[in-house]
């Protein structure tokens, strides 16, 4: 049976004006706070995306508080496009807006491809405010040269960080994910026969992320 997701659009201020924010409310009191970046705006992502949605569905159907905003220059977020630095600023305002309305709860950050890399900004730039993140969830994740944009080098990650590849990924190819998880003894787990969008395989998405909080991630006991 399909129940109504209590859901809400909503404008909040970031560095460079306005910031278009959909919240997702869990059906019970809220175990965390999880935020999903999507894929790259000036190549057509957006906070609807497919792979975004699904992976924010997933967070709040085990409990978490589910946010997607609009990187800059998408829908009613205002401001240009600035590579990730703008755009961890403007996720980091997200994330003191939840946390104002629903108070000091763990934070999750994930993302698909470019919001991703911005994830692993994120958590970057909270763990040097003294708040790190409680677990990460990153998908097709922009690393290394990707054809026709730019060269990505996401950081070190927490070493509990569920990372989900497509073995046919034509956008970021899996050595690129491959070569910058091994440095960590990151494990990745890849989809075989699928490509970046992970056509056909958003239940498994869905899958990995329940395991994965089953298996240990915080507010998951």
Same mark, same amino acid.
């Given at each position: 049976?399909?129940?109504?997701?209590?859901?809400? +659009?909503?404008?909040?201020t970031?560095a460079?004006?306005?910031?278009?924010v959909?919240?997702?409310?869990?059906?019970?009191?809220?175990?965390?706070?999880?935020?999903?970046?999507?894929?790259?705006?000036?190549?057509?992502?957006?906070?609807?995306?497919?792979?975004?949605?699904?992976?924010?569905r997933?967070?709040? %159907?085990?409990?978490?508080?589910a946010?997607?905003?609009?990187?800059? $220059?998408?829908?009613?977020t205002?401001?240009?496009?600035? %590579?990730g630095?703008?755009e961890?600023?403007?996720?980091?305002?997200?994330?003191?807006h939840?946390? %104002?309305r629903?108070?000091?709860l763990?934070?999750?950050?994930?993302?698909?491809?470019? $919001?991703?890399?911005?994830?692993?900004?994120?958590?970057?730039?909270?763990?040097?405010?003294?708040?790190?993140?409680?677990g990460?969830?990153?998908?097709?994740?922009?690393?290394?040269?990707?054809?026709?944009i +730019?060269?990505y %080098?996401?950081?070190?990650?927490r070493?509990?960080?569920?990372v989900?590849?497509?073995?046919?990924?034509q956008?970021?190819p899996?050595?690129?994910?491959?070569?910058w998880a091994?440095?960590?003894?990151?494990?990745?787990s890849?989809?075989?026969?699928?490509?970046h969008?992970?056509?056909?395989?958003?239940?498994?998405?869905r899958?990995?992320?329940?395991?994965?909080?089953?298996?240990?991630?915080?507010?998951?006991?």
């Open positions: 049976m399909n129940t109504r997701i209590q859901s809400e +659009r909503t404008v909040i970031g460079a004006g306005a910031i278009e959909l919240t997702e409310m869990p059906d019970g009191a809220p175990r965390a706070i999880a935020l999903v970046g999507h894929p790259h705006p000036l190549f057509g992502g957006t906070m609807d995306n497919k792979v975004v949605q699904t992976v924010a997933a967070l709040r %159907e085990l409990g978490c508080v946010l997607r905003s609009q990187f800059r $220059g998408v829908g009613r205002e401001g240009e496009h600035d %590579e630095r703008g961890t600023d403007d996720q980091l305002a997200v994330i003191d939840a946390r %104002e629903h108070g000091e763990p934070v999750i950050v994930a993302g698909f491809s470019f $919001g991703a890399f911005v994830a692993t900004r994120l958590a970057d730039r909270l763990a040097q405010r003294g708040t790190p993140v409680a990460m969830v990153l998908i097709g994740l922009a690393s290394g040269a990707v054809e026709g +730019r060269h %080098e996401p950081g070190p990650v070493e509990d960080a569920l989900i590849h497509g073995e046919r990924d956008v970021v899996l050595a690129n994910v491959l070569a091994a440095p960590q003894n990151l494990p990745v890849v989809l075989g026969d699928t490509g969008f992970f056509h056909g395989k958003l239940h498994v998405l899958l990995l992320i329940e395991r994965w909080w089953r298996a240990g991630s915080p507010a998951g006991q």
